[in-house]
């Protein structure tokens, strides 16, 4: 298989499973261990919010989502934080929509 049909491939599973889940973290780590502290930044925020349900794709146990979530977001670092297939960002985004109270009214609507 070539590399633009392995490329294209990824951003179809990526797209899949941003639509498939209201909330969707692509994180290194799984929540109960996360493997950065962004990563666990990003667990504690969701966490924190209520976000029980939330699917988490560790991209350490896959080298094409690790580079593919980049391409796919044209966001350079994990962790990514979709929300009803949208993205929102990484981990000091979140923080900041956190405080702001933002990311609370997004998941709650």
Request: proline fraction near 6%.
């Amino acid at each position: 298989m070539s590399s633009a049909n392995q490329s294209t491939d990824v951003q179809q599973r990526i797209k899949g499973q941003v639509t498939a889940h209201p909330v969707v973290l692509y994180m290194k780590g799984n929540p109960q261990f996360p493997q950065c502290g962004f990563s666990a930044n990003a667990v504690g925020i969701l966490n924190a919010l209520g976000v029980q349900d939330f699917f988490a794709v560790d991209v350490l146990q896959d080298p094409e989502i690790r580079q593919g979530i980049k391409e796919y977001a044209n966001w350079p670092t994990i962790p990514q934080l979709y929300i009803k297939g949208e993205f929102i960002g990484g981990s000091d985004i979140m923080t900041e929509m956190y405080q702001s109270g933002e990311l609370k009214n997004m998941l709650a609507s």
